[in-house]
């Protein structure tokens, strides 16, 4: 169960639940997420060649000007209600402005390195760099989409919206819709464009009512679940039963142990039991990719094409194995991470968390070689520490602990003891794990003083925010 704030500042927690169908429900979801993944190609489409005519994103209402004839020519699309299929396009726009906030400094820095000679004098360089600019928007926009693929049989579109309002959801016949964990079940009623009728839930939970905001019927590798948003209230939250171990803490995130605290603990995410399975599932998932694409391969080159995979049954089932795998090693991670922040929120009252920013870290260090820096984003990667970062904070909400996220600029470089930073050929660089200052001579290992210096500065920016606070009283 995830806990955010939506845009009015109010609780709101997500909660999955796997869907027993039944063969004709199972088929309709089928048949909507292709209906789906069809408009989404036709979507992706529309929007390329959009991009390629004026040089930029279009408006939501120029890019859904071919919605209603798209909508009313595939009879996919009308078994599941308007509002699930116009999401389609949201999505995507959406994930497009995302990606493209993350890569557009990267896309442009290759453009003027792939099209500025290193010959050229600086203000030629400069020159030439204003004749690319008129076309770098484009340029960047179609890079970006590069990255979206386009859907088909083995890759459908995986979610649709079921049912989304402001309801008091129970289960009561009375009611336009209705919702109950415990029962197991999800009925809604009176919806002529949505013939799901009524899902069955495998899980069970604790009865509770409350207003949704919306029920997605997602598609996972092992069958369908149903993600419902709801508006939470503090008394439907559970509260603490046990006091905390400590007051307050810095974490430091590593790759060597993923929490540094500023008491001296390390926390790592996965047992050594744990690693075990893990290294297992990842020699499966190679070895899986591997006969993957050795059979693509030798499909392309017998067929004479540059792209496409085989139909046979033999490469969906090696897909199958693949994608359960992927699912294994996903639910691994999950289930971990949670249990780590978890015991971190029940053991300190406040947390102050290092806002570590994963791309610039994995670019930060070029002194050492392309191997290790593979390497530690690989690392990075497998211990998720954006991931543990949100959880902390939306967690830290939900539990009423005080989470704060502090800047880790320099926390590495400056001394915990007397606050030296070190600057130029003294930094440490990521291979040496000991500070060392130079002024006062403090020997301490390097994550240990920076989880300190989070420490330091959480204590110093929440005494800020109280003097701030009784002033304006």
């Known amino acids: 169960m995830a806990l955010t704030r939506n845009i009015k500042k109010e609780l ?32 992706l489409d529309e929007l390329k060649a959009e ?11 120029v890019f859904q000007k071919n919605y209603a004839k798209h909508r009313n020519a595939d009879p996919l699309l009308q078994l599941c209600t308007s509002q699930a299929s116009q999401a389609v396009y949201q999505k995507l726009i959406s994930s497009v ?78 009611q336009f819709a209705g919702f109950i964990p415990s029962h197991g079940k999800i009925k809604f009623k009176n919806v002529p464009e949505n013939q799901m009728g009524l899902l069955r839930t495998f899980k069970e939970g604790r009865e509770f009512r409350f207003v949704t905001g919306r029920i997605e019927v997602v ?24 006091p905390y171990v400590g007051s307050s803490v810095g974490i430091d995130f590593g790759n060597k142990k993923v929490m540094t605290l500023s008491d001296g603990k ?10 075990k399975r893990l290294k297992t599932l990842w020699a499966r998932k190679e070895a899986l990719q591997k006969c993957l694409s050795e059979k693509e391969d030798t499909y392309r080159k017998m067929n004479k094409l540059s792209d496409g995979v085989p139909s046979s049954n033999n490469y969906t089932k090696l897909l199958q ?44 260090d070029s002194a050492i070689s392309k191997k290790a820096q593979k390497s530690m984003k690989r690392n990075i990667s497998h211990n998720s520490w954006g991931t543990l970062k949100d959880q902390l904070v939306y967690k830290g909400d939900w539990r009423g602990n005080k ?57 110093k920016i929440s005494a800020e925010a109280y003097i701030k606070v009784t002033e304006e009283i």
């Open 219 to 242: 598609k996972k590798v092992d069958g369908f679940y149903a993600s419902v948003s709801c508006q939470a209230n503090r008394e439907d939250l559970p509260s603490r039963t046990k």
């Open 51 to 61: 991009i390629e005519l004026n040089g930029k994103l279009p408006k939501p209402g």
């Open 321 to 364: 194995k693949l994608r359960n795998t992927e699912l294994d090693i996903q639910r691994i991670r999950e289930f971990c991470g949670h249990a780590l922040t978890n015991d971190i929120l029940d053991n300190y009252e406040t947390v102050y968390v290092e806002d570590i920013k994963t791309a610039e870290i994995m670019e930060k």
């Open 97 to 174: 402005k995302n990606v493209l906030e993350k890569n557009r400094g990267k896309i442009a820095g290759q453009f003027y390195k792939d099209n500025i000679p290193n010959d050229l004098s600086d203000k030629e360089k400069e020159n030439l760099k204003k004749q690319l600019n008129v076309n770098l928007n484009k340029h960047i926009l179609l890079e970006t989409l590069k990255i979206f693929k386009r859907k088909d049989a083995n890759n459908l579109y995986s979610t649709f919206v079921f049912f989304e309002g402001q309801y008091d959801c129970f289960y009561d016949d009375s």
């Open 266 to 275: 390390f926390k790592e995410k996965f047992s050594p039991k744990v690693n």
């Open 403 to 459: 989470v704060t996220l502090v800047p880790a600029k320099n926390s590495t470089q400056t001394c915990s003891d007397c606050g030296n930073i070190l600057e130029g050929d003294k930094k440490i660089g990521l291979k040496v794990r000991k500070y060392v200052c130079s002024v006062c001579g403090m020997e301490k290992d390097r994550d240990l003083n920076a989880a300190i210096n989070i420490h330091n500065r959480g204590n």
């Open 12 to 43: 709101t927690f997500t909660r999955n639940y796997k869907l027993k169908l039944t063969k004709n429900q199972e088929l309709l979801c089928l048949s909507i997420l292709t209906g789906m993944s069809n408009l989404y190609n036709l979507a």
